[in-house]
């Protein structure tokens, strides 16, 4: 396996890990590659420096709650925005989606958690319902 840090036309920086460098010819060469941004398909490869840290000096981790990409960035505020504007309803949401689409609770934005055949079940009754790209705060480590 080998990771490279890619670039797409628009200026993205991101990185992939491929099998090899054939793998990732061949991807690029068949227009499979995509930047996780915005979705540019004329992506490169980035100049590398090889990974090696000196043995002596002690490099202090990263934290871990600041967003180390433009993605992260994008996904935090997506979080803070959902959190703020809408009810946690937890495990109960299909129960409680159900009940706002049939008049039966006060209409409001909510957010919680519903299993996979929850989820394809109440997007086949017509119900505007989409999954989240993170996990309900309480289950974050």
Not at 30 to 47: F, H, I, N, R, S
Not at 59 to 88: C, F, G, M
């Amino acid at each position: 396996m080998i990771r490279y840090s890619l670039k797409c036309a628009a200026g993205h920086g991101f990185e992939s890990w491929f099998q090899g460098a054939e793998a990732f010819a061949s991807l690029q060469g068949a227009g499979q590659l995509a930047c996780p941004v915005c979705g540019d398909t004329k992506v490169e490869k980035e100049l590398m420096a090889p990974a090696v840290r000196p043995a002596r000096k002690q490099e202090t981790a990263p934290s871990l709650r600041d967003p180390a990409s433009e993605v992260e960035a994008a996904i935090a505020a997506l979080r803070k925005q959902i959190e703020e504007n809408s009810e946690y309803v937890g495990v109960n949401f299909a129960a409680e989606a159900r009940r706002i689409h049939a008049g039966e609770a006060p209409e409001r934005s909510i957010h919680g958690e519903a299993r996979l055949d929850d989820a394809k079940a109440m997007i086949e009754e017509g119900l505007p319902v989409a999954p989240l790209p993170f996990l309900p705060q309480r289950k974050v480590n």
